[in-house]
């Protein structure tokens, strides 16, 4: 890992910021901006027929983690992979992986964080300002392979709409935190600057943590020494970046691009040694004309570029370099409203190139080439509203082989998959609304799904790729209902996810070291429900909530009745919060069943209860805002692991989830 004396820190700067910003006499007040829910609502209703969670401002403050997976984790029907604290993805409804849509502002996310447990997802939650999470079938203007979801990073590095008057403005935000679990430090600025005419954005940030503190003592050997703490080891990480934005604004649009980078080195906790170095840059570009007078109101258009690469290495020695480089075309219109139908229609090319070279490259260089149309309309009664998409695809697939490796040989897969969606909102009165969504997904297999052929330690597995693979079909219905009075409201979430040829990596020679495991396809099926609400109990000069939670997903093999593996079990959690002017207090409990239902072989995890608490504070004068806060996690330092980890497998006892950690911090807003 990189020297931490030549680590940039950003953490002092904004906190010089903060103190300075504290001088002045401060108001109480809250803030009033209500933002729009854009994922899966191309039409920006104010219903929506699919579930859809929205992590922003002091809730996006309080659940921040290092990475995404565990910054979501907890949230109705989403869990993460947990591969120790710096690389976790979202698990949606008990789908991980390539059926899960990591997007950068509705584009796609070119990383390798698919591939393998162990790879980061190359988005920082220290640097967004909204995260939304599109759960169940209305996913296809994203791509028939999220069937399980999509989650959308939504950052301010190219606006949308003028921040400023014809006078200009400089706004801007600026974080400072630690922690005492991994002692962190961590830092953020970003900053806006503009008139009516144009925005300039610029963020930085950085992170840096030590091992993670857990309930029981681990053994680690480094240099040929081990000793024994209640830490987890190889934990540790630095994280670093930054980017430039700008928008141009005209009578009818905009034009906006930002250059983004993000540099990271951590440990890989699998391995007492093992580390990875990740860089990654992406160059976005995005405008919009609107106001047309045709049969088309606007056309949006979004171009990225990403160059993604990491470095595994063993003791200090480099071993294995991954690189992803790709980019991604979306054009979407607006059509002209028909009477009470209203509709998108949208084409969007994708191109990606993947090569893995060293010791650990156990999949060929690779080449994907995708272009899609797509078509969402919507049809308005005095009910409610009635909705249909479709989607239609073209992928191609090429084994490039390998320039050292007589393993990988030259091949090519093409593939048409089709999808279509059914949805409708019945609002049955001002208070309840009834939604049901019906979609027929297919998905073309990946890369490594087809082509891998070697050992991946990081799942401690033999793997061998299917170049006949076919499409992944799944039928999928969703069928919801909300209720809401007031501050008092609850939701309830019945899913099913029918696979007929479902893309399994499956035991087919445990006798062998690593155990061999072959992608296959077979019938499979997800269910499950989620359920959320809110009870107002007190509303006398400030307010008292309870908030509820519960989700179940249950998975298995169709024909075998096999349980799938690394699924959540039954989750239950509580949150009392209250709230009196800027002054905020909360505290809340997950409990966690245990999970049996495994596969053959498998370990179950025991269940577990873990408590959690917090504080905030909002001050506000004029246009300036001063929030401090502080984070209790894992109050009575539980020892739990989790059931989504393959090192709850792979490594029986090496990875519990962290234990007690207070987290405190400042936020300027201005």
Same mark, same amino acid.
């Given at each position: 890992?990189?020297?931490?004396?030549?680590?940039?820190?950003?953490?002092?700067?904004?906190?010089?910021?903060?103190?300075?910003?504290?001088?002045?006499?401060? +108001?109480?007040?809250?803030?009033?901006?209500?933002?729009?829910?854009? %994922?899966?609502?191309?039409?920006?209703?104010?219903?929506?027929?699919?579930?859809?969670?929205?992590?922003?401002?002091? $809730?996006?403050?309080?659940?921040?983690?290092?990475?995404?997976?565990?910054?979501?984790?907890?949230?109705?029907?989403?869990?993460?992979?947990?591969?120790?604290?710096?690389?976790?993805?979202?698990?949606?409804?008990?789908?991980?992986?390539?059926?899960?849509? !990591?997007?950068?502002?509705?584009?796609?996310?070119?990383?390798?964080?698919?591939?393998?447990?162990?790879?980061?997802?190359?988005?920082?939650?220290?640097?967004?300002?909204?995260?939304?999470?599109?759960?169940?079938?209305?996913?296809?203007?994203?791509?028939?392979?999220?069937?399980?979801?999509?989650?959308?990073?939504?950052?301010? @590095?190219?606006?949308? $709409?003028?921040?400023?008057?014809?006078?200009?403005?400089?706004?801007?935000?600026?974080?400072?935190?630690? +922690?005492?679990?991994?002692?962190?430090?961590?830092?953020?600025?970003?900053?806006?600057?503009?008139?009516?005419?144009?925005?300039?954005?610029?963020?930085?940030?950085?992170?840096?943590?030590?091992?993670?503190?857990?309930?029981?003592?681990?053994?680690?050997?480094?240099?040929?020494?081990?000793?024994?703490?209640?830490?987890?080891?190889?934990?540790?990480?630095?994280?670093?970046?930054?980017? #430039?934005?700008?928008?141009?604004?005209?009578?009818?649009?905009?034009?906006?691009?930002?250059?983004?980078?993000?540099?990271?080195?951590?440990?890989?906790?699998? =391995?007492?040694?093992?580390?990875?170095?990740? *860089?990654?840059?992406?160059?976005?570009?995005?405008?919009?004309?609107?106001?047309?007078?045709?049969?088309?109101?606007?056309?949006?258009?979004?171009?990225?570029?990403?160059?993604?690469?990491?470095?595994?290495?063993?003791?200090?020695?480099?071993?294995?370099?991954?690189?992803?480089?790709?980019? =991604?075309?979306?054009?979407?219109?607006?059509?002209?409203?028909?009477?009470?139908?209203?509709?998108?229609?949208?084409?969007?090319?994708?191109?990606?190139?993947?090569? +893995?070279?060293?010791?650990?490259?156990?999949?060929?260089?690779?080449?994907?080439?995708?272009?899609?149309?797509?078509?969402?309309?919507?049809? %308005?009664?005095?009910?409610? @509203?009635?909705?249909?998409?479709? *989607?239609?695809?073209?992928?191609?697939?090429?084994?490039?082989?390998?320039?050292?490796? &007589?393993?990988?040989?030259?091949?090519?897969?093409?593939?048409?998959?089709?999808?279509?969606? #059914?949805?409708?909102?019945?609002?049955?009165?001002?208070?309840?609304?009834?939604?049901?969504?019906?979609?027929?997904?297919?998905?073309?297999?990946?890369?490594? $799904?087809?082509?891998?052929?070697?050992?991946?330690?990081?799942?401690?597995?033999? =793997?061998?790729?299917?170049?006949?693979?076919?499409?992944?079909?799944?039928?999928? &219905?969703? !069928?919801?209902?909300?209720?809401? *009075?007031?501050?008092? @409201?609850?939701?309830?979430?019945?899913?099913?996810?029918?696979?007929?040829?479902?893309?399994?990596?499956?035991?087919?020679?445990?006798?062998?070291?690593?155990?061999?495991?072959?992608?296959?396809?077979?019938?499979?099926?997800?269910?499950?429900?989620?359920?959320?609400?809110?009870? *107002?109990?007190?509303?006398?000069?400030?307010?008292?909530?309870?908030?509820?939670?519960?989700?179940?997903?249950?998975? =298995?093999?169709?024909?075998?009745?096999?349980?799938?593996?690394?699924?959540?079990?039954?989750?239950?959690?509580?949150?009392?919060?209250?709230?009196?002017?800027?002054?905020? +207090?909360?505290?809340?409990?997950?409990?966690?069943?245990?999970?049996?239902?495994?596969?053959?072989?498998?370990?179950?995890?025991?269940?577990?209860?873990?408590?959690?608490?917090?504080?905030?504070?909002?001050?506000?004068?004029?246009?300036?805002?001063?929030?401090?806060?502080?984070?209790?996690?894992?109050?009575?330092?539980?020892?739990?692991?989790?059931?989504?980890?393959?090192?709850?497998?792979?490594?029986?006892?090496?990875?519990?989830?962290?234990?007690?950690?207070?987290?405190?911090?400042?936020?300027?807003?201005?």
């Amino acid at each position: 890992m990189p020297d931490p004396k030549t680590f940039p820190s950003f953490s002092r700067t904004a906190l010089a910021v903060l103190a300075l910003a504290a001088l002045p006499a401060w +108001a109480q007040e809250e803030p009033t901006l209500e933002a729009v829910t854009v %994922t899966g609502n191309p039409l920006g209703a104010q219903d929506l027929m699919a579930p859809v969670l929205r992590l922003e401002r002091d $809730e996006l403050v309080l659940r921040t983690r290092p990475t995404l997976g565990e910054t979501l984790d907890g949230t109705p029907g989403v869990s993460s992979t947990y591969f120790g604290p710096n690389a976790s993805r979202p698990v949606i409804r008990g789908l991980d992986g390539d059926r899960i849509r !990591v997007l950068s502002n509705g584009g796609a996310s070119q990383d390798v964080s698919s591939l393998s447990y162990d790879h980061a997802v190359t988005l920082e939650p220290l640097l967004v300002e909204r995260i939304e999470v599109l759960r169940g079938p209305a996913t296809l203007q994203y791509g028939g392979s999220a069937v399980g979801g999509v989650v959308n990073v939504i950052d301010s @590095r190219i606006a949308r $709409e003028p921040l400023f008057d014809a006078g200009g403005g400089v706004s801007g935000k600026a974080d400072v935190a630690g +922690a005492t679990g991994n002692h962190e430090q961590s830092g953020a600025v970003l900053l806006d600057a503009g008139t009516r005419r144009y925005t300039l954005h610029v963020d930085a940030m950085s992170r840096q943590t030590q091992d993670v503190a857990v309930p029981l003592d681990i053994a680690c050997t480094r240099g040929g020494v081990t000793t024994t703490a209640r830490r987890l080891c190889n934990s540790a990480s630095q994280s670093w970046g930054g980017a #430039l934005g700008g928008t141009l604004y005209f009578e009818r649009g905009y034009l906006g691009a930002a250059l983004s980078t993000q540099d990271s080195s951590y440990g890989t906790v699998a =391995e007492d040694e093992v580390s990875i170095a990740m *860089r990654s840059t992406r160059l976005a570009l995005e405008g919009e004309l609107r106001d047309f007078s045709g049969p088309l109101r606007s056309v949006q258009a979004q171009f990225s570029r990403s160059d993604y690469r990491h470095t595994e290495s063993d003791a200090g020695v480099a071993g294995t370099l991954f690189k992803n480089q790709g980019h =991604e075309l979306r054009l979407q219109a607006r059509q002209a409203r028909w009477g009470a139908l209203d509709g998108v229609l949208g084409l969007q090319f994708e191109h990606n190139e993947f090569s +893995a070279d060293g010791t650990e490259a156990y999949a060929p260089y690779s080449r994907t080439r995708a272009g899609a149309a797509f078509a969402h309309e919507e049809y %308005t009664t005095a009910w409610g @509203r009635l909705s249909a998409g479709a *989607r239609v695809e073209n992928v191609q697939v090429e084994s490039l082989g390998h320039p050292t490796l &007589v393993t990988f040989t030259p091949a090519t897969r093409s593939y048409t998959p089709t999808s279509q969606a #059914l949805g409708a909102l019945w609002k049955t009165s001002p208070e309840w609304q009834v939604t049901g969504n019906l979609s027929w997904n297919e998905r073309a297999p990946k890369d490594y $799904e087809l082509f891998a052929h070697g050992e991946h330690v990081a799942t401690n597995a033999y =793997e061998i790729g299917n170049p006949d693979l076919a499409k992944e079909r799944s039928s999928n &219905v969703d !069928v919801g209902l909300g209720w809401q *009075r007031g501050a008092h @409201r609850a939701q309830l979430q019945l899913f099913q996810h029918q696979f007929s040829n479902y893309i399994a990596l499956e035991l087919s020679n445990p006798s062998t070291v690593p155990p061999e495991y072959r992608y296959t396809q077979v019938p499979a099926r997800f269910s499950g429900v989620e359920a959320s609400g809110n009870v *107002r109990l007190l509303e006398r000069g400030g307010s008292l909530d309870l908030g509820l939670r519960a989700d179940s997903v249950r998975a =298995e093999n169709s024909s075998t009745g096999q349980p799938l593996p690394r699924i959540a079990p039954l989750r239950l959690g509580a949150t009392l919060h209250w709230q009196q002017g800027g002054a905020g +207090a909360r505290v809340g409990v997950d409990q966690l069943a245990a999970q049996d239902r495994v596969p053959d072989g498998q370990l179950p995890t025991a269940g577990y209860t873990l408590w959690h608490a917090a504080l905030t504070y909002r001050l506000r004068s004029g246009g300036a805002q001063l929030l401090w806060y502080a984070r209790l996690d894992n109050l009575g330092d539980t020892l739990a692991y989790s059931a989504n980890s393959i090192l709850t497998q792979t490594a029986p006892g090496r990875a519990p989830l962290p234990g007690r950690s207070l987290k405190a911090g400042l936020q300027l807003s201005f």
